[in-house]
């Protein structure tokens, strides 16, 4: 089964710095999808950026961007010019690129709550 | 326009009532899921249909059963609650043959007192 990992609870970072999440994941596939969602105080789930892994070329979007090593299993979210409302918990997630029964779900790391200081 | 949507968003109930949450997504997508976030925030899957077919059930108790009319909707029946209910359930939907990116609704807070 595969896990994901993120190993830090909390980060806090500056208004208008630059600001690195991490995620580790196991897997013994070799196509899957990986995604970022940001979960502010509203509780809504937003998308912020996906990445195939048959790509090499990291995603980027507007401020945030991947650095995706899929050699080490990491897949960590940089977050650019940060802005209060970028204050969110911060989830890392893993999609199995089967398309079987039981590998649509995404698998979610215990996510990383981020504080922007003004 | 509200992609995907919940009722209601918010549910206080006793212990040993049964209510249901309703989903419904009008962005098109044939594969709709229940999402479960505990207290601590971790997520995890609960159930996911493919055009009304069931296709995940992740080792959740039968007093949670899910109920798919159409592609659009998927709703939520949960019988006899109990207080480890207590959680916010998040519905998402997607395309099960496309860019696999899953698209939440807003979450219904379930407290069970």
């Known amino acids: 089964a595969q896990t994901v990992t993120q190993s830090q609870p909390e980060m806090s970072v500056q208004e208008a710095e630059t600001v690195t999440l991490s995620c580790t994941y196991d897997t013994s596939e070799s196509d899957y999808y990986l995604f970022w969602y940001k979960q502010p105080p509203s509780r809504q789930m937003i998308l912020v950026i996906r990445q195939e892994a048959y790509k090499q070329q990291n995603a980027t979007e507007n401020r945030f961007s991947v650095n995706f090593q899929k050699a080490a299993k990491s897949f960590s979210l940089k977050i650019s010019d940060s802005q209060l409302g970028d204050a969110a918990m911060y989830f890392c997630?893993?999609?199995?690129?089967?398309?079987?029964?039981?590998?649509?779900?995404?698998?979610f790391g215990k996510g990383t709550k981020l504080t922007v200081n003004p | 326009d509200t992609a995907v949507s919940q009722t209601p968003k918010y549910l206080v109930t006793q212990m040993g009532n049964d209510k249901s949450i309703k989903c419904e997504q009008n962005?098109?997508?044939?594969?709709m899921y229940w999402y479960k976030q505990d207290s601590k925030k971790f997520l995890k899957i609960m159930f996911s249909y493919n055009n009304k077919e069931l296709i995940i059930n992740e080792t959740v108790p039968n007093r949670f059963s899910p109920k798919s009319p159409d592609k659009a909707h998927l709703n939520l029946h949960i019988n006899s609650l109990e207080l480890g209910d207590s959680a916010v359930y998040f519905c998402a939907s997607s395309r099960r043959t496309q860019t696999y990116e899953q698209y939440f609704g807003p979450g219904t807070r379930l407290t069970v007192t």
């Open positions: 997630a893993y999609r199995s690129a089967y398309g079987q029964g039981g590998s649509e779900k995404l698998v």
């Open positions: 962005l098109g997508h044939d594969t």
